[in-house]
């Protein structure tokens, strides 16, 4: 993959703390970051605000937006990141497919999410959605090439651990982007 710039995704159920672990990982790679769920139409809050979950048809219009977030981020030679459940591969497939995209999973257990969603009971996403998200949660395999990162640990350690991972797989992230789009 062509490292400069890079779009990572970090994504994740609800609870998993992706707008936490991105605004942080944004801080550390001095770039730009998107809240993905800002981009779900007003319907789909609505719908999940009101408990139901959202249908593969609810989701296009978000997903496109994602995709439109990358293109741009992308013919602006910009680093990025942003959030985005992507619980299917299909949505997944379609996020990486306009290259030079990189997926972080944040794995946390099922206990922590509940106990996260419980205490936020301001958010759209309800505790009670949490099993239509994990049903709907396929898992990724090897070839998919995501960073899993144990996201039940303290913000500081997930960053600074997936940091060491971004560093690991990509050693020229330890320039500020700008200076790596320069060479």
Same mark, same amino acid.
């Given at each position: ?5 890079? %779009?990572? #995704? =970090?994504?994740?159920? $609800? ?5 936490? =672990?991105? &605004? ?14 800002? +981009?779900? *139409?007003? $319907?789909? #809050?609505?719908?999940?605000? $009101? &408990? ?9 219009p978000w997903l496109l937006e994602l995709e439109n977030d990358i293109r ?8 990025? #990141? /942003?959030?985005?459940?992507?619980? @299917?591969?299909?949505? +997944? ?6 290259? &030079?995209?990189?997926? =972080?999973?944040?794995? %946390?257990?099922? !206990? %922590?999410? @509940?106990?996260?969603?419980?205490? &936020?009971?301001?958010?759209?996403? +309800?505790?009670? /959605? ?11 395999? *090897? ?10 640990? *303290?913000?500081?350690? %997930? =960053?600074?651990e997936l940091m060491a991972e971004v560093i690991r797989r990509f050693p !020229? /992230? ?10």
């Amino acid at each position: 993959m062509n490292n400069c710039p890079i %779009v990572w #995704v =970090v994504i994740g159920v $609800s609870g998993s703390g992706k707008t936490s =672990v991105g &605004r942080l990982f944004a801080k550390e790679l001095e770039c730009d970051f998107l809240e993905g769920d800002r +981009r779900h *139409p007003l $319907s789909n #809050v609505k719908k999940m605000n $009101s &408990r139901q979950p959202l249908a593969a048809e609810d989701r296009l219009p978000w997903l496109l937006e994602l995709e439109n977030d990358i293109r741009q981020a992308i013919g602006k030679n910009r680093e990025t #990141v /942003m959030t985005c459940s992507a619980l @299917k591969a299909s949505y +997944r497939k379609q996020l990486t497919s306009l290259g &030079r995209v990189q997926l =972080v999973w944040l794995d %946390v257990p099922i !206990s %922590v999410l @509940k106990q996260r969603l419980e205490a &936020r009971p301001k958010h759209y996403m +309800r505790a009670e /959605m949490l099993n239509s998200q994990m049903a709907a949660f396929e898992p990724i395999p *090897p070839e998919e090439n995501a960073m899993i990162v144990n996201g039940d640990l *303290p913000l500081d350690t %997930v =960053v600074s651990e997936l940091m060491a991972e971004v560093i690991r797989r990509f050693p !020229s /992230m330890e320039k500020p982007w700008w200076e790596r789009c320069m060479e």
